[in-house]
C-alpha cells in the first residue's frame, strides 16, 4: 500500500513540474510510478486532480485546492520531523538571559549554577537589572520580568508570584514603635523601591487572615532602584523595607532585621519567563526554559 504522504510529494512536485516526465528526475523514480502516486489519491479523495493528455497536464479545481492543502499538511510534517530531532539534541551554545537585580542575584544564580552542571556544553551571559530591556534589539535569548507585561510580541511563561515582606531593624522599631496594622504604616518611615513605580510607589498592600486586603499610602523620604542598597538602609535602621523574603531570609534569621506585620500577607508582583516568539526554540532556549518554569513556576 502507498503511503500517502509520499503520493501528496509526489503529486506535489508533479504540480509545479508541469508534468511527470519533468518531475522524475528530481523524484528519482519513473513517470509511470508517479502517475501510480497520483492515481492513488484521486481515489482516495474521490475527485480527479489533474487533467492529463498525451501533451500536458493541468490542475483540476479540486486539483487546485487539494495542492495547497498538500503543501501545508508537508510542511507540518517535516516541522514536527525537526521539532522530534530538536528534542533530542544536546543544548549547547551561548545563552544571554536578563533578570531583575534581587530575583537574579538571590534566586536565579543559584539555580544558573545547576543548570550548567547538568548542561555543560552551554553557557550563560547573565545580565542583572531593574530597566525593562528591549529583549530583540539588546539580543536577549530569555529575560525574566516582574511587573506587568507590556511586549505582546513575546512568548510569556507564568512564573509563581513574586512576594515581598515588610521589614526593620530592631533599633528602628524601638525608636518609632512596631506596626500593628497596615494603617500604621502611614506614619512610619517606610523606603520606596524605585523599580515599582509603574504599579504604583507610595501604595503597600497587605492581605489579612480574612482576606480583606489593605492599601496604605505609605510616605518615603529615601527612594533607591535597588534592592540590596534598600536592604542597607533597612539594616542601619532607617526605615521599614519592603522587599522579597528571598534577599532578608539571612538577615531574619540572625535578628538584624524582624519582620512588620507578620500576620498579614505582603504585595506580590507577577512574575513571567519572556523570549522571542519562535516557531522552532532551541535545545538550549527550551532547556532553560523548562528549567527556569521547573523551579519557579506556579
Known amino acids: 500500500m502507498m503511503d500517502r504522504l509520499t503520493s501528496m510529494a509526489v503529486f506535489v512536485r508533479a504540480a509545479e513540474a508541469g508534468s511527470f516526465a519533468a518531475a522524475a528526475p528530481a523524484l528519482g523514480m519513473s513517470a509511470p510510478m508517479i502517475g501510480k502516486h497520483v492515481r492513488f489519491l484521486e481515489a482516495r479523495v474521490g475527485a480527479q486532480l489533474l487533467h492529463r493528455t498525451t501533451r500536458r497536464q493541468s490542475l483540476t479545481?479540486?486539483?487546485?485546492?487539494?495542492?495547497?492543502?498538500?503543501?501545508?499538511?508537508?510542511?507540518?510534517?517535516?516541522?514536527?520531523?525537526?521539532?522530534?530531532?530538536?528534542?533530542?539534541?544536546?543544548?549547547?551554545?551561548?545563552?544571554?538571559?536578563?533578570?531583575?537585580?534581587?530575583?537574579?542575584?538571590?534566586?536565579?544564580?543559584?539555580?544558573?549554577?545547576?543548570?550548567?552542571?547538568?548542561?555543560?556544553?552551554?553557557?550563560?551571559?547573565?545580565?542583572?537589572?531593574?530597566?525593562?530591556?528591549?529583549?530583540?534589539?539588546?539580543?536577549?535569548?530569555?529575560?525574566?520580568?516582574?511587573?506587568?507585561?507590556?511586549?505582546?510580541?513575546?512568548?510569556a511563561r507564568a512564573l509563581k508570584p513574586y512576594r515581598l515582606v515588610?521589614?526593620?531593624?530592631?533599633?528602628?522599631?524601638?525608636?518609632?514603635?512596631?506596626?500593628?496594622?497596615?494603617?500604621?504604616?502611614?506614619?512610619?518611615?517606610?523606603?520606596?523601591?524605585?523599580?515599582?513605580?509603574?504599579?504604583?510607589?507610595?501604595?503597600?498592600?497587605?492581605?489579612?487572615?480574612?482576606?480583606?486586603?489593605?492599601?496604605?499610602?505609605?510616605?518615603?523620604r529615601l527612594t533607591v532602584n535597588t534592592g540590596p542598597a534598600l536592604r542597607a538602609a533597612a539594616v542601619e535602621g532607617f526605615g521599614i523595607t519592603l522587599q522579597a523574603e528571598e534577599m532578608l531570609r539571612e538577615d531574619l534569621a540572625t535578628g538584624r532585621l524582624v519582620q512588620v506585620l507578620p500576620d498579614y500577607v505582603g504585595p506580590s508582583r507577577a512574575m513571567r519567563i519572556l523570549f522571542p516568539a519562535s516557531r522552532r526554540p532551541t535545545p538550549k532556549l527550551r532547556s532553560f526554559v523548562d528549567v527556569v518554569v521547573q523551579a519557579f513556576g506556579p
Open 166 to 220: 515588610a521589614a526593620a531593624a530592631p533599633a528602628y522599631l524601638a525608636e518609632r514603635g512596631t506596626p500593628q496594622a497596615p494603617v500604621d504604616l502611614a506614619a512610619h518611615e517606610c523606603l520606596g523601591f524605585s523599580y515599582w513605580a509603574r504599579a504604583s510607589l507610595d501604595v503597600w498592600d497587605f492581605t489579612g487572615v480574612d482576606g480583606v486586603t489593605h492599601r496604605i499610602k505609605v510616605r518615603s
Open 61 to 155: 479545481e479540486v486539483g487546485r485546492a487539494f495542492l495547497e492543502r498538500c503543501k501545508l499538511v508537508l510542511a507540518e510534517a517535516e516541522a514536527a520531523e525537526l521539532l522530534a530531532q530538536d528534542l533530542q539534541a544536546t543544548p549547547r551554545g551561548l545563552l544571554r538571559v536578563n533578570a531583575p537585580v534581587t530575583f537574579g542575584s538571590y534566586s536565579l544564580t543559584p539555580m544558573l549554577t545547576r543548570y550548567l552542571r547538568r548542561y555543560p556544553e552551554v553557557s550563560v551571559d547573565l545580565t542583572l537589572t531593574d530597566r525593562v530591556v528591549d529583549v530583540i534589539d539588546e539580543g536577549y535569548d530569555a529575560v525574566i520580568r516582574i511587573g506587568p507585561l507590556s511586549d505582546s510580541t513575546l512568548i
